[in-house]
C-alpha cells in the first residue's frame, strides 16, 4: 500500500486516534501476526492458478475502504510508518515473483515430469479410481501438475483430509524429494526462502513500529487500545 507523508503539524486528537486504534491497529497488526504465522512456516500461500500469494499480502489487499483510508491518514502523519508500509509491500511483490519463478522452474523439470507421470499411471491401481478424481473441481492435466507444483512451492507435507488431493498427495509426496535436489530447483527454492525472511524481517520491524505507536498515542490521548465490553453473567 503505497501513501504519501502530507501532514507536517499534528492536527488529530482522541476521535481520531479511537479511529485508527479501531481499524488501522486492530486491522493491520491482525493481518501481520497471522502472515507472520504462514512465513515462519515457509508456507508462502503461493496459488498456481492465480500467480498470487493466497494470505500473505499487501496491506491494502481486501481492506475494507473506511480502514484504508484511516490507514492513509495515518500514515501521513507518520513518515515512518508510510516507509516501513511500502517497505513491506515491496517485498510481498517480490516474494510472489520468487513464488512463480520457482513454480515454473519445477513444471520445466525432466524429473518432475518423470515423477508426475509415475504417478499418474500408478494412483488407479493404489486407489482404484481415475487419477482425475484426486483433483477435486480441476479437470485440466496441466492444472493437475501445477497444483501439485504448488505444494511443493509451498513447503506442505501431509495434507489434511479436506483437501480433494490429500489422498494422492500424501501417499506419493516423498517421490518428489529427488527433483527438489536438482540444482536449478534448489537455486530457486533458496532464492525463495531469503525472499521470504526479507519480508518476515519487514513485517517484525512494521509490527515493532506500530505497537510503539500505539503506546505512545495511548499515553498521550489517554485512550485505550480497545474499547470497553460488558459481557452477560
Known amino acids: 500500500m503505497r501513501t504519501r507523508p502530507r501532514n507536517n503539524q499534528k492536527k488529530y486528537g482522541p476521535n481520531i486516534v479511537r479511529a485508527w486504534f479501531d481499524t488501522v491497529f486492530q486491522y493491520v497488526l491482525g493481518r501481520l501476526a497471522s502472515q507472520r504465522g504462514y512465513l515462519l512456516r515457509r508456507n508462502w500461500t503461493f496459488r498456481f492458478y492465480n500467480r498470487r500469494l493466497e494470505y500473505v499480502a499487501t496491506l491494502g489487499d481486501h481492506m475494507p475502504m473506511s480502514a484504508r483510508e484511516n490507514l492513509e491518514q495515518f500514515a501521513s502523519f507518520f513518515p515512518e510508518v508510510s516507509d516501513f508500509l511500502e517497505a513491506h509491500d515491496r517485498k510481498v511483490g517480490d516474494l510472489t515473483a520468487a513464488c512463480a519463478t520457482f513454480h515454473e522452474a519445477i513444471l520445466r523439470d525432466p524429473r518432475f515430469q518423470e515423477v508426475f507421470d509415475?504417478?499418474?499411471?500408478?494412483?488407479?491401481?493404489?486407489?482404484?479410481?481415475?487419477?482425475s478424481s484426486n483433483f477435486g473441481a480441476l479437470s485440466d492435466r496441466a492444472d493437475f501438475a501445477g497444483a501439485l507444483a504448488e505444494y511443493l512451492v509451498d513447503n506442505f507435507a501431509d495434507l489434511p483430509g479436506y483437501y480433494a488431493t490429500s489422498r494422492l498427495w500424501n501417499r506419493f509426496r516423498d517421490r518428489f524429494v529427488p527433483v527438489m535436489a536438482s540444482p536449478e530447483i534448489e537455486s530457486r527454492r533458496l532464492e525463495t526462502e531469503e525472499t521470504g525472511r526479507d519480508l518476515l524481517e519487514a513485517s517484525e520491524k512494521l509490527i515493532g513500529l506500530l505497537k510503539a505507536k500505539r503506546s505512545e498515542l495511548s499515553l498521550e490521548f489517554d485512550v485505550p487500545y480497545a474499547t470497553e465490553t460488558t459481557s452477560a453473567l
Open 118 to 131: 509415475g504417478i499418474e499411471r500408478d494412483a488407479p491401481a493404489e486407489f482404484g479410481a481415475e487419477f
